[in-house]
């Protein structure tokens, strides 16, 4: 055709727009030499806003036009608005576009439009709902480049073909096929589509037929990476058996145990869609149970002093305490009260944590300077929680020990405040079952009863006051909740139940508890089943400025921002005889 008007670039490959999408290059391939309408802002009201008629010819960037007015009074006038330069843009209108992951891998161009955008904006997609084609994705798709104008006397230029009138479109994907299948198949069609191109090229070469084009769903058979009806239909079989489950796993199997396809298709995982977060933004935080380090927490006595003095007169060794008086004797003194004293004095606990700045800037789904404080936070509660309970379980001396006359755990405090007790359950079982062992209880009802008892019988000895509750490990909870009499009927059918057969108010799991030993000062080990404490009787000290504070810095030379959450803070329970601490005795080897 020598006598076009203009040219210029109608959509462009491989560069993405405002909206995110991206055109893959030859999503449009097919239409080349394809003749559309030339139409006026794509308008559709009204005939004269159809100015002409445009060539596509499709190049390695993208899809380039030239464009032919008629002659109509409308023709006429935006040929001499091209002339003066008051229009400089061109955009296409598309219709089945097929796209994952935001990228666009093949669609039907139906006209090219004169556009008032200038030639300097941004690749654009505006997305426009037709009527007819409803169940097609449709665009406006602006290129931002310029255009070129020329002269019936330039000649026949580079790149000029024929009009030619082809129209034709990939066969709609199998109805049948649900989302996930439709995905997968239809970037395997562009992935198909496009070696199926080259290799026409090549045929071109060496005098082949110019316009030599594959569609993959109208063969039986193929080669070179092409998948038949008769593979689909087999992958798609395959991957409703049970051992496999997911089209994924189907297509790789299939490619592996057929050889069409296995030397066709190397790296077969790039035509699957990216993998997408199940639940963006902030990342679930994995960790242990949490629920027991607020209730420690804020169930213990805070106090503005960070160091604690205690102090109780033992009147248990006046003995006799009042006498009966007889004429003629000498009245006794009673004797001397014993005062028990303890000092705790604060320690500096801290957690400390970096992030790169461009680590920062990188991540833009969720805040994540927001999200390490929060699981710095986390951390600094249940290492102290943690020390309150049980001990930070670091060895004397090591880096970052928390010391334990200092935050005072109640598993490892003096006698004079822990009571500590052994659970026999081999008495247990001897008392319980007697000789025939063997056809009555089971372990778990003889577990349970033996820490029942022994908590019980610990109690004649308990000092403290309020109400206690029970910490311990899940599997210690789990069994005796599982505990069956001789009829096989559970002794209790819930938390609340074993709670009144222990007399405590909550139960609360640890699951730091579990497989917790400890050494007494006679060498002998054992074993940690539950902890009895109220931590109304626990204080944590800590003056103005001690407790939980956050500081942040950045390093200018690492390019880092640095941050530090600590509170400097004592910790000690303050009443006598007030915990009951549960072990069993660890045999020795």
């Known amino acids: 055709m020598n006598d076009y008007d203009f040219s210029g670039c109608a959509t462009k490959y491989n560069v993405k727009c405002s909206d995110g999408r991206t055109i893959l290059k030859n999503a449009f391939k097919h239409c080349d030499g394809r003749v559309v309408p030339l139409v006026w802002n794509h ?4 005939p004269s806003a159809i100015l002409g008629k445009a060539l596509l010819v499709h190049t390695d960037d993208g899809v380039y036009a030239y464009g032919k007015f008629n002659d109509t009074e409308t023709g006429a006038t935006c040929r001499e608005i091209l002339k003066h330069g008051d229009i400089e843009s061109l955009s ?3 219709n089945r576009l097929k796209e994952t992951m935001k990228q666009v891998m093949h669609g039907e161009i139906r006209e090219v439009s004169l ?8 690749a654009l997609i505006d997305n426009v709902i037709t009527h007819g084609e409803i169940e097609d994705d449709a665009a406006w798709i602006y290129a931002g480049e310029g255009i070129e104008l020329y002269h019936a006397d330039e000649g026949e230029q580079k790149g000029e073909k024929e009009m030619a009138g082809t129209d034709k479109t990939v066969k709609d994907v199998i ?15 562009a992935k198909a589509y496009e070696d199926g191109m080259a290799a026409a090229e090549e045929d071109d070469e060496d005098g082949g037929d110019e316009e030599m084009k594959h569609n993959i769903f109208d063969m039986d058979e193929q080669q070179g990476g092409f998948l038949s009806h008769a593979d689909e239909e087999a992958i798609i079989a395959l991957a409703k058996t049970p051992n496999v489950g997911t089209l994924r796993t189907a297509m790789k199997m299939y490619v592996e145990q057929n050889a069409h396809l296995a030397h066709g298709i190397d790296g077969i995982e790039e035509l699957f869609p990216e993998y997408e977060l199940t639940n963006p933004g902030v990342p679930e935080l994995l960790t242990d149970d949490q629920s ?22 033992d009147a248990r060794s006046l003995t006799p305490a009042a006498l009966g008086y007889k004429k003629g004797q000498e009245k006794q003194f009673m004797g001397n009260l014993k005062l028990i004293n303890r000092t705790t004095d604060p320690q500096t606990i801290y957690v400390k944590d970096k992030l790169e700045r461009d680590d920062v800037v990188d991540i833009t789904d969720f805040e994540v300077a927001e999200y390490q404080d929060k699981v710095m936070t986390m951390l600094l509660h249940e290492k ?9 379980g670091l060895e004397d001396g090591a880096e970052g020990k928390i010391d334990e006359t200092k935050i005072r755990p109640v598993w490892t405090d003096d006698e004079l405040y822990t009571i500590h007790v052994d659970v026999d359950i081999e008495a247990a079982k001897s008392e319980l079952q007697g000789t025939n062992t063997s056809a009555n209880f089971g372990e778990n009802y003889i577990y349970s009863e033996a820490v029942i008892t022994a908590a019980l019988y610990a109690r004649e000895r ?12 899940p599997h210690l909870l789990n069994v005796m909740l599982l505990a069956r009499d001789l009829n096989g009927r559970r002794l209790y059918d819930s938390k609340e139940d074993l709670a009144k057969a222990l007399n405590v108010g909550e139960i609360c799991t640890v699951e730091q508890m579990e ?3 400890r050494e007494d000062k006679q060498g002998k080990e054992h074993k940690l089943l539950g902890l009895f404490v109220n931590f109304a009787n626990y204080h944590l000290g800590a003056t103005k400025g001690g407790k939980v504070t956050s500081f942040e810095d950045f390093d200018i030379d690492f390019n880092q921002h640095k941050y530090l959450k600590e509170t400097r803070c004592s910790g000690a329970n303050t009443r006598v005889l007030s915990a009951i601490a549960l072990e069993e005795p660890v045999k020795a080897d």
């Open 43 to 46: 308008r559709h009201d009204t």
């Open 92 to 94: 296409i209108y598309a």
């Open 115 to 122: 556009v008032l955008a200038g030639a300097n904006i941004d």
């Open 175 to 189: 109805d049948s096929m649900n989302e996930e299948q439709q995905t997968v198949l239809n970037a395997m069609v």
């Open 292 to 313: 027991w380090v607020q209730r420690v927490i804020s169930k213990a006595h805070k106090s503005p002093i960070s160091r604690i003095r205690t102090r109780q007169a």
């Open 384 to 392: 102290l929680a943690t020390a309150m309970l049980l001990g930070d």
């Open 462 to 473: 308990y000092k403290g006051n309020g109400t206690l509750d029970f910490y311990c490990a």
């Open 515 to 517: 497989g917790k030993v």
